[in-house]
């Protein structure tokens, strides 16, 4: 029987020194962010039942979940992503408290991933759960966030994504086909498979709806996509959507990020979750999306509880490597180490402590030979020997 004690699970790393101070440092520059904002942090257990995710609006696939059982014979998950813990949440113990809630988090999740070799299983994401408001001006100030946190990770070199679900939908809801075939033209107009998409809607009927179905996953770019979906398709739901998302363009390039900001109408995530504004979120240096969310206000009500809500999350690890890449930094800064004479250890450790209470950071020798404590020291690069005998010196 091979024996794994020497490796870590798939998708799934040690980070070491350098590694945890970067990503210490990016977590505390995301909470900053958010704690300005005047959102509070929640933490959800990292275990959940597996039904709080197989509600209609998010269901998990049971493959793509790391499982086991309680003791009492129940389905247990790992929490695969906090949007949804927190909902349950908001729907049982804040059910009374006032609204808008301003909910922000910096928690793990855990996904099987079966589609691509490198990427983690486990993920550090930090968050924001804007509850109880569909004004216009909640899905501002979570874009307003979201840019200011991308910025704060790479500072001018960022981009973001917007799109509206609404669209897709009202589309969807021009043809006559089963939830299932739905979901199939969601799935390929995402993921950009030009072909699969059109060979499905060629087999439904050639009209105003399945060409615009057929383009849409070529409609991103700037102002100019709201003339091209017009042309495409027109009524007055999908008008509605496209004059409501170029308003909102033409806001979030006043909030700095005009050149920064594009459109994306083929970004249709999970239709059944999502009901309003979607957004994405890159940084130089990273080729996927370090940053999504957008608007769910009927995600909740499957809870019990009927408020809407809007988000985001941000992947830290993504961040944190590329920080890795292009910034230098420290693992640890000790300012001096302290060696012990035989019979003076305890004179030490007093030494050290007072110096630690005076804001010095140091180290205590693990040697009885100061010429070892002078290699270590220079191994490790601290500047300072303090020797404890009788007196106290600093060599």
């Given at each position: 029987?091979?024996?794994?004690?020497?490796?870590?699970?798939e998708?799934?790393?040690?980070?070491?020194?350098k590694?945890?101070v970067?990503?210490?440092n990016?977590?505390?520059t995301?909470?900053?962010?958010?704690?300005?904002?005047?959102?509070?942090?929640?933490?959800?257990?990292g275990?959940?039942f597996f039904?709080?995710?197989n509600?209609?609006?998010?269901?998990?696939?049971?493959e793509?979940?790391?499982?086991?059982?309680?003791?009492?014979?129940?389905l247990?998950?790992?929490?695969?992503e906090s949007?949804?813990?927190?909902?349950?949440?908001?729907?049982?113990?804040?059910?009374?408290?006032?609204?808008?809630?301003?909910?922000?988090?910096?928690q793990?999740?855990?996904?099987?991933s079966?589609?691509m070799?490198g990427?983690?299983?486990?993920?550090?994401q930090a968050g924001?759960?804007?509850?109880?408001?569909?004004?216009?001006?909640?899905d501002?100030?979570?874009?307003?966030?979201?840019?200011?946190?991308?910025d704060?990770?790479?500072?001018?070199?960022f981009?973001?994504?917007?799109?509206?679900?609404?669209?897709?939908?009202e589309?969807?809801?021009?043809?006559d086909?089963?939830?299932?075939?739905?979901?199939?033209?969601?799935n390929?107009?995402?993921?950009?498979?030009?072909?699969?998409?059109n060979?499905?809607?060629d087999?439904?009927?050639?009209?105003?709806v399945?060409?615009?179905?057929?383009m849409?996953?070529?409609?991103?770019?700037?102002?100019?996509?709201?003339e091209k979906?017009?042309?495409?398709?027109?009524?007055e739901?999908t008008?509605?959507?496209l004059?409501?998302?170029?308003?909102?363009?033409?806001?979030v390039?006043?909030l700095?990020c005009?050149?920064?900001i594009?459109?994306d109408?083929?970004m249709v995530?999970?239709n059944?979750?999502?009901?309003?504004?979607?957004?994405?979120?890159?940084?130089e240096?990273?080729?996927?999306?370090?940053?999504?969310?957008?608007?769910?206000?009927?995600?909740?009500?499957?809870f019990?509880?009927?408020?809407?809500a809007?988000?985001?999350?941000?992947?830290?690890?993504?961040v944190?490597?590329?920080?890795l890449?292009n910034?230098?930094?420290?693992?640890?800064?000790?300012e001096?180490?302290v060696?012990?004479?035989?019979?003076y250890?305890?004179?030490?450790?007093?030494?050290?402590k007072?110096?630690?209470?005076?804001g010095?950071?140091?180290?205590?020798?693990?040697?009885?030979?100061?010429?070892?404590v002078?290699?270590?020291?220079?191994?490790?690069?601290?500047?300072k020997i303090?020797?404890?005998?009788?007196?106290?010196?600093?060599?």
């Open positions: 029987m091979k024996n794994y004690d020497l490796i870590t699970p998708g799934t790393n040690d980070l070491l020194f590694e945890c970067m990503r210490k990016v977590e505390r995301i909470s900053e962010q958010f704690y300005s904002r005047g959102y509070s942090e929640i933490i959800t257990p275990l959940e039904d709080v995710f509600l209609r609006s998010r269901h998990f696939p049971q793509d979940l790391y499982k086991l059982v309680d003791r009492k014979g129940r247990l998950v790992l929490r695969p949007t949804m813990p927190i909902a349950r949440v908001v729907a049982t113990r804040l059910k009374e408290a006032t609204l808008p809630l301003r909910l922000c988090y910096n793990c999740a855990y996904n099987v079966t589609q070799r990427r983690s299983d486990q993920v550090v924001i759960e804007l509850i109880g408001s569909s004004e216009k001006i909640a501002l100030e979570v874009i307003e966030t979201a840019a200011a946190v991308l704060k990770c790479s500072p001018g070199n981009s973001l994504e917007i799109g509206d679900i609404g669209f897709f939908n589309l969807m809801n021009q043809l086909v089963d939830d299932n075939m739905k979901e199939t033209i969601r390929f107009i995402e993921t950009k498979n030009y072909p699969a998409l060979d499905i809607l087999n439904i009927g050639k009209n105003n399945t060409k615009a179905l057929k849409l996953p070529r409609l991103f770019g700037g102002e100019e996509v709201f979906a017009s042309k495409l398709f027109s009524d739901n008008d509605a959507v004059l409501k998302l170029k308003e909102l363009f033409h806001e390039e006043k700095g005009k050149g920064k594009t459109v109408l083929g995530n999970k059944d979750y999502y009901t309003g504004v979607i957004l994405k979120g890159y940084i240096g990273y080729g996927e999306p370090v940053l999504s969310g957008g608007r769910y206000d009927k995600l909740i009500a499957e019990g509880y009927d408020v809407p809007t988000g985001f999350a941000v992947n830290v690890d993504a944190t490597k590329v920080k890449k910034e230098k930094i420290a693992a640890r800064s000790v001096a180490i060696f012990a004479e035989k019979g250890e305890m004179k030490a450790i007093l030494t050290a007072q110096m630690r209470e005076e010095r950071t140091v180290e205590m020798a693990a040697f009885s030979d100061l010429e070892k002078k290699k270590y020291a220079a191994d490790v690069k601290i500047e303090i020797v404890v005998n009788e007196n106290v010196t600093e060599l």
